[in-house]
Nanobody, 127 residues
Framework: QVQLAESGGGSVQAGGSLRLSCEGS????????WGWFRQAPGKEREGVAC???????LYRDFVEGRFIISKDSGANRVYLEMNRVEPEDAAMYYC?????????????????????WGQGTQVTVSS
């Protein structure tokens, strides 16, 4: 059993920055990949960024160059640094984790692959 708890959401002006955090508890080891997903009202949940067990990061094109995902394996934490935030980035952001001992990547495009999810943290963007 893994529990995830996101924090750091809030209101940010367009063009500003925000840093989301996710802390995991339970049975988590170095074989886990971590991911950030988001869901805006009326839209499907979509992957934003993920980081594999060896640190390889993947980004959706709409955040590439603006967002940075990082992890602190020792602390079971993952972060999402959001820069140059746009109004379209407003959504509920979710942290997810999946154990992938045989892969260096992470399933950014498949939310069903992930094992555990947090409750989410809301990001609102003012223009």
């Amino acid at each position: 059993q893994v529990q995830l708890a996101e924090s750091g959401g809030g209101s940010v002006q367009a063009g500003g920055s925000l840093r989301l955090s996710c802390e995991g508890s339970g049975i988590i080891d170095s074989m886990h990949a971590w991911g950030w997903f988001r869901q805006a009202p009326g839209k499907e949940r979509e992957g934003v960024a993920c980081i594999g067990r060896l640190g390889m990061a993947l980004y959706r094109d709409f955040v590439e160059g603006r967002f940075i995902i990082s992890k602190d394996s020792g602390a079971n934490r993952v972060y999402l640094e959001m820069n140059r935030v746009e109004p379209e980035d407003a959504a509920m952001y979710y942290c997810a984790i999946v154990r992938l001992p045989y892969s260096e990547g992470c399933p950014l495009y498949s939310s069903r692959t992930w094992d555990s999810w947090g409750q989410g943290t809301q990001v609102t963007v003012s223009s």
